[in-house]
């Protein structure tokens, strides 16, 4: 069945990069250009993804940590700050 009608792109097509590593739409867009025309195929797209036994998909599932808003806040390199160190960052980055 086609997802992309734009491109012709397939759903077995999008499992298969899926399954060669593209995690997110945007991935699946820069290897088959689907969704990147009109766009009524992404939401589409994001649905086969959640689906599909993708590398990325195992890594989330897998416990990988997120990173908090102190360290996503932090400079590269930088040591992880306290909470009390990192709410004047917060602040100022949602001001």
Request: positive net charge.
């Amino acid at each position: 069945m086609f997802v992309c009608s734009c491109f012709g792109i397939t759903e077995e097509q999008v499992r298969a990069h899926a399954a060669a590593g593209a995690c997110t739409p945007r991935q699946i867009a820069s290897q088959s250009r689907a969704g990147t025309d009109c766009g009524s195929c992404v939401r589409r797209i994001q649905g086969l993804l959640g689906r599909v036994d993708a590398p990325c998909a195992r890594v989330a599932l897998a416990g990988a940590a997120v990173p908090g808003p102190a360290e996503r806040l932090a400079p590269a390199g930088a040591p992880p700050a306290s909470a009390h160190e990192a709410a004047p960052r917060l602040a100022a980055a949602r001001a």
